[in-house]
């Protein structure tokens, strides 16, 4: 069956492919018909579907409506005065402009087309790929006006895409139809897996960024520095090496992806940060910078003609062939017209044990305590990066039991549990976590956890809600357990609610973790255990006897000593399990601060950080500096990290 011709009248723009060559050649050159029409009458007339004083009676109607400020398309005009059908119209339009509306039939799609695209792909945004020819990859969609899907499918593919419009009612069943025969075949590759340029499928194997920077770099360099206007957001080679570039840095357990923008020759650079350092990662030639920003802003759904406003944004990696990671894109405008671009990658990571975070026996005991009384305010608290969001996770994680209703307000949601009911808030449309926080309350919750008391309003409302039998978590941007008191009366809280609300707060930071595989003991001699207990004691800043030095050392020996209670200290060497750099992962060192008579009697007098901190010590509070001494002398650390995370 050939394309129809739009002049003949009994004809329509469907087409059955009996072969490859002919659907090549359908989607590859224009149909003969295409451009002959000028506008849509003369199509209808040529393709014997209305008579010329017909339509130029529905003109005269056009314009006469268009006089009175009605504004009716002719060809509707058509319809409604009964000179053909809808169908006949749409037929018509799709003929004149040579879009014809394919029906799968019995050819069948070509294997390397089909594992071009992973079949959740296809199923999910109803696509069918048909055939590769060339560069070229010819896919049947349900809208082939899709511009959003069609740059998905360019990336996935790494070709240019050819849409055909599919026939309705066709599409998902020969979409099923052709994953299962493959099935029953060769295995598909996965969806981050390319064919070969001659169409045969290859592996699941992606080019690392350093071959593909390579291939940038064999492109020809241009010695204008405007030369870097001519790269296209689009082009090939780019759009692999920002995808390969994603995949690495997840590879690399990374939490941020840094794009820093120079004038010309200065190279554009990327930088990770892994394990809270970071880490030079790739220069790219100055050419590429304008379209390496475009086509992350394409990605993120941004504004790609505005280089003087920071924007936001997400990408749905997964939607680009990728893990299921989302990540959030910031571009910040910067000198001479360049843009900066960072982005936070978000692996929808599940839940760690509460005892796999780092929490000491003794602050692990301590805290599940707390958190099993059925209402009141649990706190979390440290700056930003230091795995607040992960802690809290963990403590739902122990409450996550069927008898207890959980709702989260946060921002963004970065780790999910099954059972909870998780809000993602959006202070756009006015939904805060305060107005989060009031819906909750009416939806009869036991457990409710607030990404952030960023507010007066919020801080309220949580703590009325841990006073009429709720149990309240959150976290807040404060340095220590006592100062987080300090800094909540200040913004305008009730002392007395504030006091009979709070049961813990929990303050944390991250510190690098010594590589197992290769970290070296060192013993311990006695002037450095003599250093390492002063330490300890003076940051307690409260006053000890003579002997406590003398008592510390002697429970260390007695803890963590080896043969005749020789303390070992550990130090960084680096192997190719942590990439030499003598660190693998991060975890946590905490600061415990109990709720009790004495320290709800300073909340009410409003007494100063001080006082509460020495109140806390007394009543057996470690401070941060004191749990990384702590995890020095398990081998978990080194003095290092402990001192750069806890010098404040």
């Known amino acids: 069956m050939t394309a129809p011709s739009a002049s003949d009248s009994t004809s329509t723009p469907y087409f059955e492919p009996r072969s490859a060559d002919a659907l090549w050649s359908l989607v590859s050159s224009p149909h003969p018909v295409v451009g002959k029409a000028r506008h849509l009458g003369e199509a209808l007339i040529h393709a014997g579907l209305v008579r010329a004083p017909d339509l130029h009676q529905g003109l005269a109607m056009q314009q006469d409506e268009r006089g009175r400020g009605r504004q009716r398309l002719i060809g509707q005009i058509l319809v409604d005065q009964g000179h053909l059908s809808q169908d006949q119209l749409r037929e018509a339009i799709a003929a004149w402009l040579g879009s014809y509306v394919v029906h799968p039939g019995q050819l069948p799609p070509d294997p390397a087309a089909l594992a071009l695209i992973p079949r959740s792909v296809a199923e999910r945004e109803s696509v069918l790929p048909l055939l590769v020819r060339e560069d070229a990859l010819v896919v049947l969609m349900a809208d082939p006006s899709d511009r959003t899907l069609l740059d998905e499918l360019r990336f996935l593919s790494q070709r240019r895409v050819l849409p055909l419009q599919a026939a309705p009612g066709s599409l998902m069943p020969a979409i099923a139809k052709a994953y299962s025969v493959q099935a029953q075949g060769a295995p598909a590759p996965a969806a981050g897996g390319r064919a070969p340029a001659g169409g045969a499928a290859r592996g699941n194997a992606r080019p690392s960024a350093q071959e593909l920077l390579g291939n940038l770099d064999s492109l020809p360099a241009e010695s204008d520095a405007a030369a870097a206007d001519v790269v296209s957001e689009s082009d090939n080679t780019l759009v692999r090496l920002i995808n390969s570039i994603i995949d690495e840095a997840i590879a690399h357990r990374a939490s941020d992806i840094h794009i820093e923008t120079e004038p010309a020759p200065h190279k554009l650079r990327v930088r990770l940060r892994i394990d809270g350092d970071l880490v030079p990662y790739l220069e790219l030639p100055a050419r590429f910078r304008y379209a390496m920003v475009a086509r992350i802003k394409i990605m993120a759904g941004m504004d790609i003609s505005e280089h003087r406003k920071p924007q936001d944004g997400k990408i749905d990696f997964a939607r680009f062939g990728g893990p299921p990671v989302e990540l959030r894109v910031v571009t910040i405008p910067t000198a001479h017209g360049l843009q900066d671009v960072v982005l936070r990658l978000l692996a ?15 602050n692990l005991a ?108 959150s976290t807040l941007h404060t340095n220590s357990a006592p100062e987080s008191i300090a800094r909540l009366l200040e913004i305008g809280l009730d002392p007395f609610n504030f006091s009979d609300s709070l049961l813990a707060i929990l303050a944390q930071r991250l510190v690098r973790r ?108 470690r401070t941060l500096r004191q749990d990384g001494i702590e995890k020095v002398l398990q081998g978990l650390t080194d003095m290092p990290q402990v001192v750069a995370a806890t010098n404040v």
Request: with cysteine; net charge neutral.
């Open 348 to 362: 929808g990571a599940k839940p760690l044990p509460l005892e796999h975070i780092g929490l000491s026996p003794g």
């Open 366 to 473: 301590a805290l599940r305590q707390a958190v099993q009384k059925p209402y009141g305010l649990v706190l979390v608290v440290g700056p930003t990066g230091c795995g607040k969001t992960t802690t809290l996770h963990s403590v739902i994680r122990d409450l996550n039991t069927p008898n207890r209703k959980i709702w989260t307000a946060e921002d963004p949601i970065e780790i999910t549990q099954s059972g909870l009911r998780q809000v993602q808030v959006n202070a756009r449309i006015g939904w805060t976590f305060a107005a989060a926080m009031r819906s909750f309350l009416r939806a009869d919750p036991d457990v409710i956890m607030i990404g952030e008391m960023r507010d007066e309003e919020t801080a309220r409302i949580a703590i009325e809600a841990s006073l009429t039998g709720h149990l309240v978590l």
């Open 514 to 621: 010594l590589c197992t595989q290769c970290r070296e003991p060192v013993a311990a001699s006695e002037e450095q255990v003599q250093a390492l207990a002063a330490q300890y004691l003076d940051s307690s800043a409260a006053t000890h006897s003579p002997g406590a030095r003398d008592a510390l050392v002697a429970r260390w020996r007695q803890d963590y000593g080896g043969e005749g209670g020789a303390l070992t200290l550990w130090r960084a060497r680096g192997c190719s399990q942590c990439e030499s750099h003598g660190y693998h992962g991060r975890l946590g060192i905490h600061e415990l601060m109990l709720s009790d008579e004495i320290i709800r009697q300073h909340i009410r007098r409003r007494a100063s950080a001080t006082d509460i901190r020495l109140a806390a010590l007394a009543a057996g509070m």
